[in-house]
């Protein structure tokens, strides 16, 4: 069984996140979704068990999607779960350089863990979670950038 993990901080999943999520689902017969909580990052949006939640809610019609957070070294992680394999979104140089180092670290640590780079696709090239979190302080319309159950939330929030 071809098991990948696709990481991150998803704070919160984007639609350019969730389209990676799609295509490595029809690439690998399990996909992880491994939502990593960074104790340097201060005040998150959403808390890692949130993170976990939304993921889960908008990735339910995919049969062979799983979503976990973990804390600590994502090889270690990888190997007990299983996986060969990193999947990771690519949306220019700058992602590009920042993944070909880290896909050299993982595999220092666990020679054989291969990293995937998905070109994200050209809809979502400018998608990030700190872009959104930009446009959610201007009461910009979240449908266009995050899943429905993510937008929800935000409005949820926005009323509390
Ligand atoms: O969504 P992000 O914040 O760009 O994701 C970065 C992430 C979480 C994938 C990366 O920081 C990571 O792998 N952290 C886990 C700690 C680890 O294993 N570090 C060594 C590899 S660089």
Redesign the pocket.
Known sequence: MSIAIY????DPITLGHLDVIRRAAACFDKVIVCV?V?AEKKSPMFTAEQRVALIRASVAEIDNVEVEAFS????GYAVSKGAHVLVKGVRNATDFDQEYQ?AA??RGICPGLETVLLPSSPAYQHFS?TMVREMIKYGQPMEKYVPAPVAEEIKRKERA
């Open positions: 990481p991150g901080s998803f990593m960074n600590g070294l994502l090889a880290m670290i993982n979670s």
